[in-house]
């Protein structure tokens, strides 16, 4: 089976601040731009910025026991590369809503995980597995 790529673009206040942050502190590749918008390679993924008012945003998800930022979105990684980025991310200060963590510890879907939010407040989700044959596990 082919692998596909997920788009989603979504508003943000600055595109300089987008760039610091998804490019410089992400680590994502830029692609095209104008003055409205900017691409990034998210994780293999196409992250599309565009100038705007982002979503409103509430802690409503339930996950666990925490309350969640909703809507948000995220990237699923192997544990190696969540660990580094989460490293990295420690490092910059990052103040994360869910600091770095292991959830659902020795059940199906084990998984580490983390929240934080990007300059103009859209919550991001990063989440590492050991497997990643296990993401769907029930």
Same mark, same amino acid.
């Given at each position: ?29 830029? &692609?095209?731009?104008? %003055?409205?918008? !900017?691409?990034?390679?998210? @994780? #293999?993924?196409? /992250?599309? *910025? ?10 409503? &998800?339930?996950?666990? %026991?925490?309350? !969640?930022?909703?809507?948000? @979105? #995220?990237?699923? /990684?192997? *544990? ?47 989440k590492g597995?050991a497997d ?7």
């Amino acid at each position: 089976m082919a692998t596909s790529l997920f788009h989603l673009a979504i508003h943000v206040r600055s595109l300089d601040e987008a760039r610091q942050f998804y490019g410089g502190l992400l680590g994502c590749e830029e &692609g095209r731009s104008t %003055e409205t918008w !900017v691409d990034f390679d998210f @994780f #293999g993924h196409q /992250l599309s *910025l565009h100038l705007g008012e982002p979503f409103p945003v509430a802690n409503t &998800g339930q996950v666990g %026991e925490h309350r !969640v930022p909703m809507p948000h @979105f #995220g990237v699923v /990684l192997a *544990l190696p590369a969540w660990q580094a980025l989460a490293d990295r991310l420690s490092a910059a200060g990052v103040d994360f809503v869910l600091k770095p963590s292991i959830r659902f510890r020795g059940e199906p879907g084990e998984q580490a995980t983390m929240f934080f939010l990007d300059p103009s407040g859209n919550p991001i989700e990063v989440k590492g597995f050991a497997d990643l044959d296990a993401v769907y596990a029930a």
